[in-house]
């Protein structure tokens, strides 16, 4: 029987300036659910003392009526989603604008990232990189705008990125 040949199939590298097209939609590949550890932990790692995001005996008396997750989490995670199709490639992040929060997030909601290309242009001071103005908004699993922002990032132009094959030989192959 012939010895079968393998063959390296490379993963998703994200997206290269050359890449973003202006009016382009990326949506992300999978939902991720928002947990109490996500909240708590994310809480007291950043040391926010704010009882709304921690105390249900405290949210049972605001308009809420129970825990709110940290709107710092939320920005977080959204941005996290979003690196697969928009900041994978990214040399420096420039700047996060005009952050909204137009519905409130709570344990247990499922959250979306759906990002549109406002604007590229060539970098004056980095001739190897561009940048990028996007708009993503965070969308739960009623389909309610829960963030909505803006960020611009210089991404890097495709020959000039770093090296993508670091991943290892494998020893005695």
Same mark, same amino acid.
């Given at each position: ?6 063959? =390296?199939? !490379? ?66 995670? =959204?941005?996290?989603?979003?690196? !697969? ?30 990002? #549109? ?13 561009? =940048? ?36 290892? #030989?494998?020893?005695?192959?």
């Amino acid at each position: 029987m012939a010895a079968s040949k393998r063959r =390296i199939v !490379p993963g998703w590298q994200g997206r290269y300036y050359e890449d973003f097209q202006v009016g382009d939609v990326y949506r992300s590949a999978v939902g991720r659910t928002v947990t109490e550890t996500d909240n708590l932990l994310f809480t007291g790692l950043t040391l926010n003392t704010n009882q709304v995001h921690f105390n249900q005996q405290y949210c049972e008396q605001t308009r809420w009526g129970r825990i709110l997750v940290n709107s710092c989490f939320t920005l977080s995670l =959204i941005v996290g989603m979003s690196v !697969p199709d928009v900041s994978m490639n990214v040399m420096a992040n420039l700047g996060w604008e005009e952050v909204t929060l137009p519905h409130p997030v709570f344990v247990g909601d499922t959250l979306y990232a759906e990002t #549109e290309v406002l604007h590229t242009r060539e970098s004056r001071s980095h001739p190897n990189v561009g =940048i990028v103005n996007v708009r993503t908004r965070g969308i739960n699993q009623n389909g309610r705008v829960v963030i909505d922002l803006t960020r611009s990032a210089m991404v890097y132009k495709r020959d000039a990125a770093p090296g993508r094959d670091l991943f290892p #030989e494998v020893a005695g192959a």
